[in-house]
């Protein structure tokens, strides 16, 4: 199993300006994602994040808007840049599999005004 | 496009009775298909998995079954308990690690 812990929890931030999410795993993972989860919708895979490569983003996300860092295997780094109000959701990152399941962080709430 | 259904609407049932989700999908054929449990201000828990080739699968209180043909699989909490009260999400999975979430059924368990 794994233990994912994420800061900040929850922010609020003013539209133009940029946070980073941090993603600490309690073991060494090959793989981590992150995902989003905007209000009343379903979790949304951002990107995948190999130690040693580039993330891997998926259909609708960019590499500026959402800068991912994944320096050592336990730890990887979500910015979330330039924010509008659209960008108010829970992210949330994951590792995986073990045996076929994927473990999730605790969410970090964003809200923008 | 692909596309992952359940329940829209919140189901309340009573404590003792049997909660049935369903997840329904379309233009999808995956590997394998999960469900997980998300409690307010927390990420998902993973609670089962189910492969293409397998029917059903059961974990203690809870059975999955997995019909590649309707596509469908229904999630079903025996003895259901007040503390089973929570949203339930499923996950269909393919050839890589990613998974494709549907928005998921709000479940409450009344005393």
């Known amino acids: 199993s794994a233990v994912i812990s994420q800061k900040p929890s929850r922010d609020i931030c003013q539209r133009g300006t940029s946070l980073t999410i941090q993603c600490q795993v309690d073991?060494?993972?090959?793989?981590m994602f992150w995902y989003r989860q905007q209000p009343g919708q379903s979790l949304t895979l951002i990107a995948t994040?190999?130690?040693?490569?580039?993330?891997?983003?998926e259909s609708g996300f960019v590499i500026d808007k959402f800068p991912i860092s994944r320096p050592n295997l336990t730890f990887s780094t979500l910015t979330v840049s330039n924010m509008s109000p659209e960008d108010s959701s829970i992210y949330l990152c994951?590792?995986?599999?073990?045996?076929?399941?994927?473990?999730f962080g605790p969410g970090t709430r964003l809200t923008v005004l | 496009s692909q596309k992952i259904e359940q329940n829209s609407e919140a189901l309340n049932i009573q404590e003792g009775k049997t909660a049935t989700l369903t997840c329904n999908y379309t233009?999808?054929?995956?590997?394998?298909l999960q469900w997980y449990r998300q409690d307010p201000g927390r990420g998902p828990v993973f609670l089962l998995l189910i492969r293409e080739n397998e029917k059903e699968k059961r974990k203690e209180r809870l059975k999955v079954t997995f019909d590649t043909t309707l596509k469908q699989s229904l999630f079903h909490i025996t003895a259901s308990q007040p503390a089973d009260s929570a949203t339930y999400l499923c996950?269909?999975?393919?050839?890589?690690?990613?998974?494709?979430f549907g928005k998921g059924t709000s479940l409450l368990v009344t005393p």
């Open positions: 994040a190999n130690q040693g490569s580039e993330a891997t983003y």
């Open positions: 994951s590792v995986g599999p073990y045996r076929d399941e994927q473990f």
């Open positions: 073991s060494q993972v090959t793989m």
């Open positions: 996950a269909l999975g393919g050839s890589g690690y990613a998974l494709n």
């Open positions: 233009n999808y054929s995956p590997a394998y």
